[in-house]
């Protein structure tokens, strides 16, 4: 533009003619429906499929079994095709199988347009099924071995294995007695055991004889095996037992008296990782009859007495990777 040179404004200009009323072409507004054409009809969105079973959180236990099937609403046409992916893997048309399930898997499916003039796919529907690492299942089992004492030319010790359970004798009985004593393991199941839970793992049961000095043990080594069907390994841990083997006076008590067991390290690792986790475990005893008592690492029994502990176990998160 350049600046006026006839007119009095900023620049020149010539009005435009004004527009005629013959020439407007007035709009009629109607509803919105009627305005639609009668041979059109907008496409519907099909539903999701439906999962039979679906996500959440799980144990290690469940998955070896554990399928979903999908199928469609009875809002969608029959037979309308559905795809699926497992962990972001190509998208693929579903038979109609179940589909396993693997410990931290997702599942994303949708309803398939048959005809995008009638239909739009519809949108994805997700399931994920996570494992709940941190519980544990099982069998205990228990081995006694390794005895020592303070004379190893006359210590007395016998072990004895059967199936899960074990069982060790020591020493040469005393002052009538006509056995040494003895320690007994009894094994147990477990199942649903989330990290950081005392359960239990057997029972020990302690007979305190009168054994000759000689004849005594002064230590001896459990070997604690957990076959772990939950999350499927075995491990097996090693726990030694101090026994303190009490000189008998009249003048003290029947506790003072009692002759004890004790776990010297009541802590382990786990050898293995797992799902990128370390795990300690720790054993503890428990409960005990009238014929002796029990502290978390100690099992008291009276002379020529014969009492049973509670023996039990706990898992814990470690906070680095256990040693090889």
């Not at 429906?33 to 059109?40: G, K, P, W």
């Amino acid at each position: 533009m350049e600046l006026a040179s006839q007119s009095a404004w900023v620049w020149d200009f010539t009005d435009a003619a004004p527009v005629s009323a013959s020439v407007v072409s007035p709009i009629d507004l109607v509803d919105g429906e009627a305005a639609r054409h009668n041979t059109y009809q907008s496409p519907n969105q099909l539903d999701p499929p439906i999962f039979s079973f679906p996500g959440g959180v799980f144990g290690p236990i469940d998955f070896p079994l554990m399928t979903t099937s999908l199928t469609n609403p009875p809002s969608n046409p029959l037979g309308t095709p559905i795809r699926y992916s497992i962990n972001d893997s190509p998208w693929q048309i579903y038979d109609g199988s179940p589909i396993s399930i693997t410990p931290d898997s997702q599942i994303v499916a949708y309803a398939l347009s048959p005809s995008s003039s009638n239909y739009f796919s519809s949108y994805t529907s997700t399931q994920v099924y996570r494992l709940n690492a941190n519980t544990f299942a099982g069998q205990s089992a228990g081995e006694f071995h390794g005895a020592e004492g303070p004379d190893s030319d006359n210590l007395v010790a016998n072990y004895v294995t059967n199936g899960y359970d074990g069982n060790f004798e020591w020493g040469e009985g005393a002052d009538g007695y006509t056995s040494g004593s003895t320690l007994g393991f009894t094994a147990d199941s477990f199942t649903d055991v989330a990290a950081g839970s005392l359960f239990r793992l057997g029972t020990l049961d302690y007979f305190n004889s009168t054994i000759t000095l000689a004849s005594q043990a002064t230590s001896v080594w459990l070997a604690l095996e957990l076959n772990l069907t939950t999350p499927g390994l075995i491990e097996t841990f090693h726990y030694e037992f101090t026994i303190e083997n009490t000189q008998n006076l009249a003048e003290n008590t029947a506790g003072q008296n009692a002759d004890f067991v004790r776990i010297d390290n009541p802590s382990n690792s786990f050898s293995t990782m797992l799902n990128g986790q370390a795990y300690g475990f720790d054993i503890q005893f428990g409960y005990v009859g009238t014929d002796g008592f029990a502290t978390l690492d100690q099992f008291h029994v009276h002379e020529g007495a014969s009492a049973q502990a509670e023996l039990w176990g706990s898992f814990s998160l470690a906070d680095s990777v256990p040693s090889s």
